[in-house]
């Protein structure tokens, strides 16, 4: 059973940096894309990014110039890194499978997220 | 980007009611590429469909997913309690990742 553990602190001061750590089990890292998603308090979800093992990217275009996504196949985990926050930073973060599906030797997002961590809050104060 | 609108903000319903919600996309989209999940108050979303009428394992067969080009709808048969929650509509295009801004089943 696949199973994804978020970590990383509860409070962040604002303009600093926010980074999140994603730990994974029960899957190879080499055989999905992995995401990060944040919901703001009683608002709806976000998708921040997502990365391939091979470092493959993809970022939401109003966050990319803040956000870093890497991946550590040998710890199987991948993690988030954002800049510059600010109170509207302030939301639970998920991480995520992006499921995908084999063809020939590349692996192609199926187009949704099959499992997700149970969130890691964070506030952005002073 | 495609934007994703759902219908309505809140439905107010009864157990054992029959419904039905939607999500608009802004333009047409690979029925492949939608899906929706379920999420309850404390809890991360949980997949209920994928390519916009495939259950996600351990769904109940009175949830299904219905639409094509830019108009897709999650019914619910015989609502049951454990039903009410948020549910998002989300899209994938492009490398980009879209969600829905979310319908909420309450009781009545």
């Known amino acids: 059973q696949v199973r994804l553990q978020e970590s990383g602190p509860g409070l962040v001061k604002p303009s600093e940096t926010l980074s999140l750590t994603c730990s994974v089990s029960g899957a190879s890292m080499k055989t999905s894309f992995w995401s990060w998603i944040r919901q703001s308090p009683g608002k709806g979800l976000q998708w921040i990014g997502n990365i391939y093992y091979s470092g493959s990217l993809n970022y939401h275009p109003s966050l990319k110039s803040r956000v870093t996504i890497s991946v550590d196949t040998s710890r199987n985990l991948f993690s988030l890194r954002m800049t510059s926050l600010t109170a509207a930073d302030t939301a639970t973060y998920f991480c995520?499978?992006?499921?995908?599906?084999?063809?020939?030797?590349?692996?192609?997002?199926?187009?949704?997220?099959?499992?997700w961590g149970q969130g890691s809050v964070v506030t952005v104060s002073s | 980007e495609i934007v994703l609108t759902q219908s309505p903000d809140t439905l107010s319903l009864s157990t054992g009611d029959r419904v039905t919600l939607f999500c608009r996309a802004s333009q047409s989209i690979s029925d492949s590429l939608l899906a929706w999940y379920q999420q309850k108050p404390g809890q991360s979303p949980r997949l209920v469909v994928y390519g916009a009428s495939s259950r996600a394992t351990g769904i109940p067969d009175r949830f299904s997913g219905g639409g094509s080009g830019t108009d897709f709808t999650l019914t619910i048969n015989r609502v049951e309690a454990e039903d009410f929650a948020v549910y998002f509509c989300q899209h994938y295009g492009g490398g980009l990742i879209t969600f829905g801004q979310g319908t909420r089943l309450e009781i009545k």
């Open positions: 995520a499978r992006f499921e995908s599906r084999r063809e020939g030797y590349n692996f192609i997002p199926r187009g949704h997220f099959d499992t």
